[in-house]
Structures are given as C-alpha cells and as structure tokens.
C-alpha cells in the first residue's frame, strides 16, 4: 500500500469468498510507508468460524 493509513486509525476489512464473507473492525497498529501496515483486530467472534474454515480449507489446498 503506497499511502498507509496513519496508525491509531479504524478500518472495516470485507472480504467475500464464494457464498461467505467477513467484515471486521481493525485498528492501525503499526505502518512501514510505501510498504503497508499491521492491523489489530478488535472483536471478530461471529466471523471466527468462517476464517477458521477458509484457513482449513487453504492450507488443505496447499498438500493435496
């Protein structure tokens, strides 16, 4: 990301993935400029499952 957002800042991250998606409020903790930024979570337990079975499914997908 060219211009990261100053931290401290709110974000809301959506991502769709075939029939699901999640939509979390994060945080900027830290940016590296010109580079990107790290985010904190700040409370996901409704989109915890679906994350949890996109990671299975990824990984499954890496040693099939």
Known sequence: MM???PQGT??????H???EFLELHA???YL??????GLTFNDM?????ILTKWL???LYSMFV
Not at 10 to 15: A, C, F, P, Y
Not at 32 to 37: A, D, I, N, Q, S
Not at 45 to 49: A, K
């Open 3 to 5: 211009n990261p957002f």
């Open 17 to 19: 993935f075939e029939t």
């Open 32 to 37: 590296e400029p010109k580079l990107g930024m």
């Open 10 to 15: 709110g974000v809301l991250i959506k991502i």
């Open 27 to 29: 945080t900027v903790a």
């Open 56 to 58: 299975a499914k990824a």
């Open 45 to 49: 337990p409704y989109f915890t499952g």
